[in-house]
């Protein structure tokens, strides 16, 4: 038995419309993040981490494009309906929310009142050797460029052709990410991450101005980086600055925080404070999680339901 699910505008099926306008023009958005499951006073809690932020980012993007989003309590509905059946199969996975515009006819013109399609996805979480939270990944500069939108940058969109091209640049198993630059050398993002260095005690992260994510995962770091950190600038940053800083890490929903030992020629060395927010984000035995989810969930999710 297979241990993905996929729900479906409510139903458990695993196909849409070929007429869907999320299929033809890429006509929505989408959100990945991570469920897990503990036990609390012999109930099984289970909280999907960084919920809100995640659901309001995809809110964002559907006023903007003027697609018709559900109310709260039938996408929390539909959540729940698909967590219930996925924790027969397994204790945690990723949770992958797709909304587009719906079905449609042909040409790009839409109707104000057509139905949203509404997409749950409970996958299981992708395998990375506890390794190289200790001793790091290599990245490389990818060739392929970001493309810039004012109106778009910084959402999840269903177009994400850029970061498939760029990620077929390589086939090396020892790299583990590429990294897109813009024309004057400026350092945007990872094709499936956002970048963080570290001079000293200060954190710097690129600026996102017209393309790029901006991730829930780096807004979760910049908003708690006092705790490990003195201070955090979002600049813009070149590739001929990297000479200067000390460390390096990726982040993500899914991996939360990836520490980097080799970007190109210029090896990074993990430091204590880099450390210590990996291990808080990334902690890895079942006391240390259950500590540790309890935390987050109090402080960011306020989101935890029973079953």
């Not at 919920?51 to 929390?76: A, S, V, Y």
């Not at 897109?180 to 710097?204: A, C, H, P, R, W």
């Not at 979002?234 to 980097?260: A, C, E, G, R, Y």
Request: glycine share 6%; with cysteine.
């Amino acid at each position: 038995m297979s241990k993905n699910l996929s729900l479906i505008n409510g139903k458990f099926k695993d196909s849409i419309s070929v007429y869907d306008r999320g299929l033809a023009y890429g006509d929505g958005f989408f959100e990945t993040m991570l469920w897990d499951s503990f036990k609390d006073k012999n109930k099984i809690n289970v909280g999907v981490e960084f919920w809100l932020r995640h659901l309001e980012r995809i809110k964002d993007g559907c006023r903007l494009m003027q697609i018709n989003f559900p109310t709260n309590d039938e996408i929390i509905r539909q959540r729940n309906k698909l967590l219930k059946a996925s924790l027969k199969r397994k204790k945690s996975g990723l949770l992958k929310m797709i909304i587009t515009r719906g079905v449609g006819g042909r040409g790009y013109k839409f109707e104000k009142n057509m139905s949203p399609t509404i997409i749950f996805l409970s996958l299981q979480k992708p395998k990375i050797e506890k390794k190289y939270f200790k001793s790091g990944v290599t990245v490389k500069i990818c060739k392929t460029h970001l493309s810039k939108n004012t109106n778009l940058f910084g959402f999840k969109h269903l177009n994400r052709l850029d970061s498939v091209l760029a990620r077929s640049e390589w086939e090396d198993e020892k790299i583990f990410e590429g990294v897109f630059v813009d024309s004057k050398k400026n350092i945007l993002e990872g094709t499936m991450t956002n970048i963080f260095f570290v001079q000293k005690k200060t954190l710097f992260t690129p600026t996102i101005i017209d393309s790029g994510i901006n991730g829930v995962m780096r807004q979760v770091v910049i908003d708690n980086a006092k705790l490990f950190f003195d201070k955090v600038i979002i600049k813009n940053i070149n590739l001929s600055d990297i000479k200067k800083f000390d460390q390096m890490f990726l982040t993500n929903s899914v991996l939360k925080v990836m520490p980097v030992s080799r970007f190109e020629k210029k090896k990074f060395v993990k430091k204590k404070n880099v450390a210590d927010l990996i291990n808080f984000f990334n902690c890895q035995n079942d006391l240390e999680k259950t500590e540790r989810l309890n935390l987050i969930y109090l402080k960011f999710f306020k989101n935890i339901f029973f079953f």
